[in-house]
């Protein structure tokens, strides 16, 4: 490859790193629970003894500006001309929703008077009759349709002419305002610029200088948790993968060998079966198995971070092993066995056969490298699978894998570890697929030649 | 045949299960669905660390899981009142004997320094900031370092519980400095703003927001009777007790403070097949909330009854149906009624609970039979009253559905059913619910969401009905927050737009109220009000579903969270 081309590729993969990254923490940012501090509001469980509104309110601006929430999102936004206009009149929090509807439907001078008017209304008027009206003019501004829009301007006049009827003031301003239309230029999206004070620049920085934030949860650094959680991870996987591996070589030469053995069609219908077992059959039989064995739940309780050897060593990572192997031999023994039958089958293996060479040795020395060459795709996509999670095997073990870690983070609202754990995925799925290519351009000579 | 043979198998292993040995040592062993994630004490994570925190730190006062009546724990007794205008005053004498892990004594400073940590600027405090917002300040007596006096805004009964129910944590581990020592409580609240901008402030809160605070295992060590030996993040927390607590040597009032295991092992086991299959092989002595068919089938078969008792004690948990009053389609009760009609409880209890849950009018427990308005007949599922309810409220039947005019608009009665996403028990009742709906033309949409989409749906009052749970407990019945109309507006607690002035004085009235039996009869024109008005439909408390191995002894379970007293627990070896 050239220059330019490779430096394109480089490019090209850090286009797609920047823009994916990107779209999962600006999502993450606009999902409600971000905004609302821990344990506030949990949708299951109303606890009696909870504050009033304007405490609760109080509280959760405060938590805005002290994690800098309350800042833009992104470098600029759009916003309705008129509602910007409404903006600037600073109205009280409970009028700024109907404010804002009368300001782009009528006009912000009528509006602002009606405001003032209803400000000055409010310091007398009983609290009920406050609340009525306060209720009428929510649904006004809420309403889409123009006939639903009209009978509720009348309603609110009828309200307000028997409520206010010795200072008719409030109701005079009411009719002026709902005689009036908005320039229609309140209608046009304006672009606001909000500069680098905004929420992904703050944490786009942050991420250019390596650091990935910290967990909401308990304060460890997200690195850290996705560096621990790997470790399970990669444990896991090593125990799955080496052992399928080998028993899948084994296992597909030897069917190619024997092709017409008994123990060749009995194991190979063993696999289908073992194939179409759900995951989490397997896994609790296994399970199963190792408390019958007179195997304990109680792992030995570790100080301080362990090796990966160590980590591999105790029963519920050797378990989970066991599991993946399971899981995955069938697939790569029968894909490897039909790779290398089409193999044998081919020319070339029949005139290595004429120049005296035995089946076997045909075989291991002519037809394997040929053979391996498909496998090579399937075993990237499972070393993907294996790193990013085998969740069933996780969670039947109580194993802190990068799989569960996911889970957990998003049930907990730890959206840092979550778009943490989403870039390092990424970059590695890219790793691997990029590694995949460059073996395939080492192991198949035709490749070389094209190039 | 995959189905035939993984179950056929499955029964094979679960029968050679049941008679492999138990785990042989005297730790108590409990599973916990979850781990506890963070064992910080502002930050902590759920409901199960909540449940370790309290083997290790103590609160002024506590409620007895026997017979859920409030007992003095670190305080030497129940608290003097004291009441004027606007403020209660709540005086607490801390017992004497009461001593830190270092030996020195438990002091209104401590008191003073977690209520402090609870309202400090720069930390997850939000959610204790709202609940114990109330407390306005604490006086410490001058003379006696172990008394003092907690003022609170306001008064109601239940504050005699909540003025001493936070834990004490203290104050020479998690503020060396003595940052908050410096500060009173009154200014922390007034000058929350400014003093978030202090340097001192601000290194206190680098200081606590740190990951060595929430995991460290070896720093956390508060008054409670144990002590962590270790914790393996997502597998297993383990406690010994204390060889020498201070609480052995005291003499008098000791009801609560009791401690009889010597080590207690929770094994976290997030999947409910495989803490199952650790229950039957009995690696676990206890696991609560079992799914229902296991725990009936585990009921029947003597294998498992001569190694395990078996509970259903009731719960606290109201699981309910909301509707939106501030809804036009909802807004009059009549139509709100109509729909109360089509939930048809016994059978849901029948098909869904297995008939493990307790039906109920009302939001008191109809176990508090002082306060449950038992005359009141419930609304009973009846799709023609319903129809009949319908007409009356304005709504015309037609081949589609039902419609009626209002404002010049033609409503249609169609509505949307919101309930949490993976909650296998609001799934099917929300079926049932639609099936009878239909039945009658009405139109349901079903949505599952995930529940803080449900928060913010709520919060914003744009819904039409949805399920949820209610956590209530016997020990307060302020209800002020989530029925009072002045909560009602977007924000508030008071998510249905439930109340009249005449309930809203009502509930005013409850939350004052300390004489029982006024309190009951206040209690039983708000259940009577509350099923007229229909913004909630009630259909069941639930049980829960505990198995307890029989080598325990002295097993307490209890209604209140989180369903057992492990402390009174002893295991025969």
């Known amino acids: 490859m050239t220059l330019p081309q490779v430096s394109l590729r480089v490019l090209k993969f850090f286009f797609t790193l920047w823009f994916t990254v990107s779209c999962v923490f600006l999502v993450s940012r606009l999902l409600p629970s971000v905004n609302n501090p821990r344990g506030l509001a949990d949708a299951d469980s109303t606890v009696y003894g909870t504050s009033n509104q304007n405490t609760l309110q109080k509280i959760t601006s405060d938590y805005l500006t002290r994690t800098g929430y309350n800042r833009p999102l992104f470098y600029f936004s759009f916003q309705l001309k008129g509602l910007e206009t409404a903006e600037n009149i600073k109205p009280m929090a409970e009028a700024t929703r109907w404010l804002s509807a009368a300001v782009l439907r009528h006009g912000v001078v009528p509006s602002q008077a009606f405001y003032k008017e209803w400000q000055n209304w409010k310091k007398t008027a009983p609290p009920e009759k406050v609340n009525q009206l306060?209720?009428?003019?929510?649904?006004?501004?809420?309403?889409?349709?123009?006939?639903?829009?009209?009978?509720?301007?009348?309603?609110?006049?009828?309200?307000?002419?028997?409520?206010?009827?010795?200072?008719?003031?409030?109701?005079?301003?009411?009719?002026?305002?709902?005689?009036?239309?908005?320039?229609?230029?309140?209608?046009?999206?304006?672009?606001?610029?909000?500069?680098?004070?905004?929420?992904?620049?703050?944490?786009?920085?942050?991420?250019?200088?390596?650091?990935?934030?910290?967990?909401?949860?308990?304060?460890?650094?997200?690195?850290?948790?996705?560096?621990?959680?790997?470790?399970?991870?990669?444990?896991?996987?090593?125990?799955?993968?080496?052992?399928?591996?080998?028993?899948?070589?084994?296992?597909?030469?030897?069917?190619?060998?024997?092709?017409?053995?008994?123990?060749?069609?009995?194991?190979?219908?063993?696999?289908?079966?073992?194939?179409?077992?759900?995951?989490?059959?397997?896994?609790?039989?296994?399970?199963?198995?190792?408390?019958?064995?007179?195997?304990?739940?109680?792992?030995?309780?570790?100080?301080?971070?362990?090796?990966?050897?160590?980590?591999?060593?105790?029963?519920?990572?050797?378990?989970?092993?066991?599991?993946?192997?399971?899981?995955?031999?069938?697939?790569?023994?029968?894909?490897?066995?039909?790779?290398?039958?089409?193999?044998?089958?081919?020319?070339?293996?029949?005139?290595?056969?004429?120049?005296?060479?035995?089946?076997?040795?045909?075989?291991?020395?002519?037809?394997?490298?040929?053979?391996?060459?498909?496998?090579?795709?399937?075993?990237?996509?499972v070393v993907i699978g294996l790193v990013s999670g085998v969740l069933i095997v996780e969670i039947t073990f109580s194993l802190q894998g990068i799989g569960s870690l996911l889970v957990k983070s998003i049930l907990?609202?730890?959206?840092?570890?979550?778009?943490g754990i989403t870039l390092f995925l990424l970059v590695f799925r890219l790793a691997v697929t990029t590694f995949t290519d460059f073996l395939y351009l080492v192991l198949d000579p035709r490749n070389q030649s094209n190039t | 045949m995959t189905r035939t043979c993984a179950k056929s198998l499955s029964l094979l292993f679960i029968w050679l299960l049941s008679c492999s040995s138990p785990s042989p040592d005297s730790a108590v062993r409990v599973r916990l669905a979850q781990d506890p994630e963070s064992l910080h004490p502002l930050s902590y994570g759920n409901a199960n660390a909540l449940q370790i925190f309290n083997l290790v730190y103590q609160s002024l006062l506590t409620v007895d899981l026997k017979d859920n009546s409030v007992q003095p724990l670190l305080a030497a007794g129940l608290p003097q009142v004291r009441r004027d205008d606007s403020l209660a005053y709540f005086t607490y004498t801390i017992r004497p004997e009461a001593r830190w892990d270092n030996g020195s004594?438990?002091?209104?400073?401590?008191?003073?320094?977690?209520?402090?940590?609870?309202?400090?600027?720069?930390?997850?405090?939000?959610?204790?900031?709202?609940q114990y917002h109330f407390i306005k300040d604490i006086q410490v007596n001058k003379e006696n370092p172990t008394s003092f006096t907690i003022v609170c805004s306001g008064y109601t009964p239940e504050m005699k519980l909540m003025s001493g129910d936070f834990f004490v944590f203290p104050a020479y581990q998690f503020d060396p400095k003595g940052t908050l020592a410096a500060v009173s409580y009154s200014l922390i609240r007034q000058k929350f703003d400014s003093l978030s901008q202090t340097s001192t402030f601000k290194e206190f809160a680098a200081f606590l927001n740190n990951p060595s605070i929430a995991t460290d295992t070896a720093t956390i060590k508060g008054s409670g009777p144990y002590q962590f030996i270790s914790w393996n993040a997502g597998q297993a927390v383990m406690l010994d007790r204390k060889?020498?607590?201070?609480?052995?040597?005291?003499?008098?009032?000791?009801?609560?403070?009791?401690?009889?295991?010597?080590?207690?092992?929770?094994?976290?086991?997030?999947?409910?097949?495989?803490?199952?299959?650790?229950?039957?092989?009995?690696?676990?002595?206890?696991?609560?909330?079992?799914?229902?068919?296991?725990?009936q089938e585990m009921k029947k078969d003597p294998?498992?009854?001569?190694?395990?008792?078996?509970?259903?004690?009731?719960?606290?948990?109201?699981?309910?149906?909301?509707?939106?009053?501030?809804?036009?389609?909802?807004?009059?009760?009549?139509?709100?009624?109509?729909?109360?009609?089509?939930?048809?409880?016994?059978?849901?209890?029948?098909?869904?609970?297995?008939?493990?849950?307790?039906?109920?009018?009302g939001l008191i427990h109809p176990k508090e039979k002082e306060f449950y308005?038992?005359?009141?007949?419930?609304?009973?599922?009846?799709?023609?009253?319903?129809?009949?309810?319908?007409?009356?409220?304005?709504?015309?039947?037609?081949?589609?559905?039902?419609?009626?005019?209002?404002?010049?608009?033609?409503?249609?009665?169609?509505?949307?059913?919101?309930?949490?996403?993976?909650?296998?028990?609001?799934?099917?009742?929300?079926?049932?619910?639609?099936?009878?709906?239909?039945?009658?033309?009405?139109?349901v949409t079903l949505r599952?969401?995930?529940?803080?989409?449900?928060?913010?749906?709520?919060?914003?009052?744009?819904?039409?009905?949805?399920?949820?749970?209610?956590?209530?407990?016997?020990?307060?019945?302020?209800?002020?927050?989530?029925?009072?109309?002045?909560?009602?507006?977007?924000?508030?607690?008071?998510?249905?737009?439930?109340?009249?002035?005449?309930?809203?004085?009502?509930?005013?009235?409850?939350?004052?109220?300390?004489?029982?039996?006024?309190?009951?009869?206040?209690?039983?024109?708000?259940?009577?009000?509350?099923?007229?008005?229909?913004?909630?439909?009630?259909l069941y408390f639930m049980q829960n579903k505990l198995a307890i191995s029989k080598q325990i002894d002295s097993v307490v379970v209890s209604s209140l969270k989180p369903g057992y007293d492990l402390l009174r627990f002893t295991k025969r070896k």
Request: hydrophobic share 40%; proline share 5%.
């Open chain 1, 134 to 381: 306060q209720e009428h003019l929510q649904r006004w501004a809420g309403a889409e349709l123009n006939e639903e829009i009209s009978s509720l301007k009348k309603m609110i006049s009828r309200f307000l002419q028997t409520t206010s009827s010795d200072e008719n003031s409030l109701s005079k301003t009411w009719g002026k305002l709902i005689s009036q239309n908005a320039p229609l230029s309140y209608h046009l999206p304006l672009l606001r610029w909000h500069g680098k004070d905004n929420v992904y620049h703050a944490w786009l920085s942050g991420l250019l200088q390596g650091d990935l934030g910290t967990s909401t949860v308990d304060y460890k650094p997200v690195y850290q948790k996705i560096g621990s959680a790997l470790h399970v991870s990669v444990g896991l996987g090593l125990l799955g993968l080496l052992p399928a591996l080998l028993a899948s070589y084994l296992l597909g030469f030897a069917f190619t060998l024997h092709p017409t053995s008994v123990y060749t069609s009995v194991l190979r219908h063993f696999l289908y079966f073992l194939d179409s077992v759900p995951g989490f059959m397997i896994t609790l039989v296994v399970f199963g198995i190792y408390f019958l064995a007179g195997g304990s739940l109680l792992v030995p309780f570790s100080s301080g971070e362990p090796d990966l050897l160590q980590t591999m060593g105790t029963p519920p990572v050797l378990l989970g092993g066991l599991c993946i192997a399971f899981f995955i031999i069938p697939h790569l023994t029968l894909q490897f066995y039909h790779s290398l039958q089409t193999q044998s089958r081919s020319l070339y293996t029949r005139t290595a056969m004429a120049k005296g060479l035995s089946y076997r040795r045909s075989l291991r020395v002519h037809a394997l490298p040929n053979a391996l060459v498909p496998i090579l795709t399937l075993l990237s996509e």
């Open chain 1, 412 to 419: 907990s609202n730890d959206y840092p570890v979550v778009v």
């Open chain 2, 105 to 130: 004594p438990i002091t209104a400073a401590d008191v003073a320094f977690s209520l402090k940590l609870l309202h400090s600027p720069l930390l997850d405090n939000e959610r204790w900031r709202a």
């Open chain 2, 243 to 295: 060889k020498t607590w201070w609480a052995d040597k005291v003499a008098t009032n000791k009801k609560t403070l009791i401690a009889n295991p010597s080590r207690i092992v929770f094994q976290i086991i997030p999947d409910n097949a495989a803490a199952v299959l650790a229950l039957k092989a009995r690696q676990v002595d206890l696991m609560d909330n079992l799914p229902l068919v296991t725990f």
């Open chain 2, 303 to 361: 294998a498992y009854t001569q190694h395990f008792n078996f509970y259903s004690p009731l719960s606290y948990d109201l699981v309910y149906m909301g509707m939106n009053g501030t809804n036009p389609l909802l807004k009059d009760k009549v139509t709100r009624q109509a729909l109360a009609h089509l939930v048809n409880v016994p059978q849901v209890i029948k098909t869904i609970q297995g008939g493990l849950a307790t039906p109920t009018v």
């Open chain 2, 373 to 443: 308005h038992g005359s009141l007949p419930p609304f009973g599922f009846d799709p023609e009253k319903a129809k009949t309810l319908l007409k009356q409220a304005g709504w015309q039947e037609s081949s589609s559905g039902w419609e009626r005019n209002a404002n010049g608009r033609t409503q249609r009665l169609e509505l949307e059913l919101l309930h949490r996403a993976g909650n296998s028990e609001f799934e099917s009742f929300a079926l049932l619910f639609q099936q009878n709906a239909k039945a009658i033309k009405i139109p």
């Open chain 2, 448 to 538: 599952a969401l995930e529940s803080s989409q449900i928060s913010e749906r709520l919060k914003a009052r744009n819904y039409d009905l949805f399920l949820r749970t209610l956590v209530s407990t016997p020990l307060s019945y302020n209800l002020v927050p989530i029925l009072h109309t002045s909560n009602a507006a977007e924000g508030g607690s008071n998510i249905t737009g439930f109340g009249t002035p005449n309930t809203d004085q009502l509930l005013e009235k409850i939350a004052q109220e300390e004489r029982t039996q006024e309190k009951a009869a206040l209690l039983k024109q708000l259940q009577e009000k509350m099923q007229e008005e229909s913004n909630f439909v009630f």
